[in-house]
């Protein structure tokens, strides 16, 4: 127990640093994402590839659909934050990646402290107690940002911080409805302590584009 405790403290200042610097260089930023976007995918890939496994046409045509659909979505995903990256979606796309980290911490936290009924059956380990915290942890970001994202508009602010922080819990549940149909505990065991890249990031790659779309259509 104590030796999986140290891997993922390990672990978690590895992916600390590594977040930091790709904030500061343009080149690992985008060599990161490039490498961390085909792992995900090919996580992904092997879950689904668990689901469908038959040979039957309904099996084959899930199995190609879906690997698509998500490489799409990814390659598309990453290649905006890269052109942006020096852009006014900069912001949104930092604020987005916060509320999904801090909101993952903040369910963490009150499940552990508070526990309580069960939120589903999806990931038994989730929480009603757990996704409250998530909302009142992400809301804690509002005033360190509230000068750079829409000066004046709390309300707003408020309300997008609160969806971002509600797709990354519903992106947590759908990957682990997703492991939880291939019988996988882990997406891989890459990050020690972890698990892989997608059990680390299931929440971030959903709450990324709600953010942007929410700060750009307002």
């Known amino acids: ?7 993922r403290i390990i672990t978690s200042i590895f992916l600390t640093v590594l977040l930091f610097l790709m904030y500061l ?14 792992i995900v995918w090919i996580e992904f890939y092997a879950l689904i590839s668990k689901i469908f496994k038959s040979s039957s046409f309904k099996d084959k045509f899930l199995r190609v659909a879906l690997k ?10 990453t290649f905006f934050i890269i052109v942006n990256q020096n852009s006014d979606n900069n912001i949104f ?15 963490f936290v009150f499940g552990k402290t508070f526990k309580g009924k069960k939120l589903t059956k ?33 309300f707003f602010l408020f309300f997008a911080t609160l969806v971002i922080s509600l797709t990354s819990q519903m992106g947590d549940l759908f990957i682990s409805l997703i492991k939880r149909k ?25 709450a990324i584009p709600a953010g942007i779309i929410l700060f750009n259509i307002n």
Request: glycine letters at 8%.
């Open 25 to 38: 260089y343009s080149f690992i930023l985008i060599i990161s994402l490039i490498i961390i976007t085909t």
């Open 182 to 206: 291939a019988k996988v505990k882990d997406t891989s065991d890459l990050l020690p302590g972890h698990g892989g890249f997608l059990d680390r990031i299931d929440g971030i790659i959903f």
């Open 68 to 77: 698509a659909i998500s490489l799409l979505y990814l390659s598309i995903m």
């Open 1 to 7: 127990m104590i030796s999986e405790f140290k891997k």
């Open 93 to 107: 796309i930092l604020y987005s990646l916060l509320v999904a980290i801090v909101s993952d911490i903040g369910g």
């Open 122 to 154: 999806i990931s038994p380990k989730k929480t009603i107690s757990g996704a409250i915290g998530s909302f009142i942890f992400s809301v804690m970001l509002i005033p360190l940002f509230i000068n750079d994202l829409y000066e004046g508009n709390t």
